[in-house]
């Protein structure tokens, strides 16, 4: 309303995170998503070349360490 001040010191529910709040989930999800989204590549080029999933387990391992790569340029590690 008009004429009212806002309160002096902020609220509980109105302080800032902290910088790295939730970088844990981050590198999870990093290392997670990297491995099926790869790995799923892989498992296609193997229906399509007929292997028995070589290309699965390759694309699994790139996707992992794409993971690691994000991690540690995200984070900093």
Do not use: F
């Amino acid at each position: 309303m008009a004429g009212q001040q806002p309160p002096s010191e902020p609220r509980k529910d109105d302080a800032y995170e902290p910088v790295n709040s939730g970088s844990g989930y981050v590198a999870i999800s990093y290392l997670i998503g990297g491995m099926v989204v790869w790995g799923g590549i892989g498992w296609l080029v193997d229906q399509w070349l007929g292997t028995k999933g070589i290309a699965m387990g390759i694309g699994a391992v790139v996707g992992g360490a794409a993971g690691v790569y994000l991690i540690a340029r995200r984070l900093g590690a």
